[in-house]
């Protein structure tokens, strides 16, 4: 597991302050500045915090992303609804288990994980593809089977072949890293719908960097069988 990083907000220093006047203003040319750069800044963030002796184990680096990315997405619509006065469960099918768990469901969810133009889907699979990817992970699977396991032991666990697992369960990598990253991502993106823009564009990085020491099509196939279960996750109680 990672150490927890200081969770508080970062302090408004003046480099913090040039950073938004200067994604402000270059956000009128391109609207993905923030993201863009926000990626980068995530991407070193996790390399550095997941580098030990032996280099960066890229199957942990992606299945830390991919929870990222995948709960980012439920982030957004809690945020959208926040906004608008709704109760931030509102564009949500909320489903219980006997365990007691609650998960997140529903077709606005699922259109930021593979329906939209920066789906989560449709920016690492270009990057994939770019790589090298000949082919994608069955992605209606992966949702039919993240929805049957709900409540088991199987739930989260991405299946993949025994020496490419992670060093921990997506949960756990989300439960640290995303209270911790989670101010600069709204230093660098304070509209929530670029939450796992950011989060994507990372994972773009991960995948290109990675792709001497894992095929492109099971570094995809990864960060899906994290984000999709990730997505579902009522993070405050897990």
């Known amino acids: 597991m990672l150490e927890q990083q200081k969770k508080e907000d970062p302090q408004m220093d003046p480099r913090a302050a040039a950073l938004i006047n200067a994604i402000r203003e270059r956000s009128k040319e391109d609207p993905l500045v923030g993201a863009k750069l926000g990626a980068k800044e995530v991407f070193q963030r996790l390399l550095e915090g997941m580098k030990d002796s032996k280099g960066v184990h890229i199957e942990s680096l992606l299945t830390a992303l991919g929870a990222l990315v995948g709960y980012a997405c439920q982030a957004d ?3 959208q609804a926040l906004a608008k006065g709704m109760p ?3 564009p949500f099918q ?3 288990t006997k365990d007691g768990k609650y998960y997140f469901f529903g077709d606005p969810l699922n259109n930021i994980l593979a329906g939209d133009q920066y789906s989560v889907w449709s920016v690492v699979g270009g990057a994939a593809q770019h790589a090298g990817a000949k082919e994608f992970p069955d992605l209606n699977e992966i949702f039919q089977y ?3 396991v709900l409540g088991s032991e199987q739930f989260g666990i991405p299946r993949v072949p025994e020496n490419h697992k992670p ?4 949960l756990n990598y989300l439960k640290v890293l995303w209270p911790a990253l989670f ?3 709204k230093l660098f993106c304070p509209n929530p719908t670029d939450w796992p823009i950011l989060y994507s564009l990372a994972i773009q990085e991960a995948i290109y960097a990675g792709k001497g020491a894992i095929d492109p099509d099971l570094a995809f196939r990864i960060v899906m069988e994290s984000a999709i279960p990730m997505s579902k996750v009522d993070l405050a109680n897990s």
Do not use: K, M
Request: glycine fraction near 10%; hydrophobic fraction near 40%; aromatic fraction near 0%.
């Open 183 to 185: 101010p600069t991502i």
């Open 94 to 96: 909320v489903v219980g």
């Open 77 to 79: 619509l809690r945020a």
């Open 88 to 90: 931030e469960t509102a």
């Open 146 to 148: 993240t929805a049957s």
């Open 167 to 170: 060093g921990d369960i997506p």
